[in-house]
């Protein structure tokens, strides 16, 4: 299986700062990688796929980029009701792996 | 409006067998391929199993870690995804959630809480 591995593993922000996560696959996956955004208690909620694309409703400051290997999850100004766990995702070939997730809490 | 509920859930003894369901209302269930992901307490997510939808030639993936102890299937008739689960083990517990993809996974159920305890 398709390795995904995230970094970091903890983020602590404050409410206006820029964060990145950044999410490495095990090989290639061309643009084969979402991102969800996760709250405690609920399911995950899907943000971007296709690694760049914005899914419906999600508010545009959240943005991806990358391909092949290499991809980042940006927040461009954090808001109080982004504290929440992240994971990227691969949905290539045979398989579906989830990294294992950053927590971004408040500083 | 999609919807996708899980049910099957509850406490089950080490060893034991547990039959998950999803229900799916709201969308052409036999035109998406679905999906079962797991999380342990406090842990992150894990994709389980993958099954295509109508044109995909019933192609079943299934994650390393689970071959062999799981089984997905579907009902299209009667909108419902199910993940038989064997040998359960204690680190088998956790909720389970069904997902719809397409091409990523973007709807989810609430989940279902499996706890395998003596």
């Known amino acids: 299986d398709i390795q995904m591995t995230q970094s970091p593993s903890t983020l602590s922000a404050s409410v206006g700062d820029r964060v990145t996560i950044t999410c490495r696959a095990s090989?290639?996956?061309?643009?084969?990688l979402a991102w969800y955004q996760q709250k405690p208690g609920k399911a995950p909620n899907l943000l971007i796929y296709?690694?760049?694309n914005l899914e419906s409703g999600v508010p545009s400051r959240f943005s991806g980029s990358g391909s092949g290997t290499e991809f980042t999850l940006t927040i461009s100004s954090l808001q109080p009701g982004d504290f929440a766990t992240y994971y990227c995702?691969?949905?290539?070939?045979?398989?579906?792996?989830f990294g294992q997730g950053t927590k971004v809490d408040i500083k | 409006e999609v919807q996708l509920v899980e049910s099957g859930g509850g406490l089950v003894q080490p060893g034991g067998s547990l039959r998950l369901s999803c229900a799916a209302s709201?969308?052409?269930?036999?035109?998406?391929?679905m999906n079962w992901v797991r999380q342990a307490p406090g842990k992150g997510l894990e994709w389980l199993s993958y099954?295509?939808?109508?044109?995909?030639?019933?192609?079943?993936y299934y994650a390393d870690p689970v071959k062999g102890r799981v089984t997905i299937s579907r009902d299209n008739a009667k909108n419902s995804l199910y993940l038989q689960v064997n040998s359960l083990r204690a680190e088998d517990t956790g909720v389970y959630y069904c997902?719809?993809?397409?091409?990523?996974?973007?709807?989810w159920g609430q989940g279902t809480l499996v706890t395998v305890s003596s």
């Open positions: 099954i295509s939808g109508s044109g995909g030639g019933s192609t079943i």
């Open positions: 296709k690694a760049s």
């Open positions: 090989q290639n996956i061309n643009n084969w």
């Open positions: 997902a719809r993809e397409g091409s990523h996974f973007d709807s």
């Open positions: 995702q691969q949905y290539s070939l045979d398989s579906r792996t």
């Open positions: 709201g969308f052409s269930f036999r035109s998406y391929s």
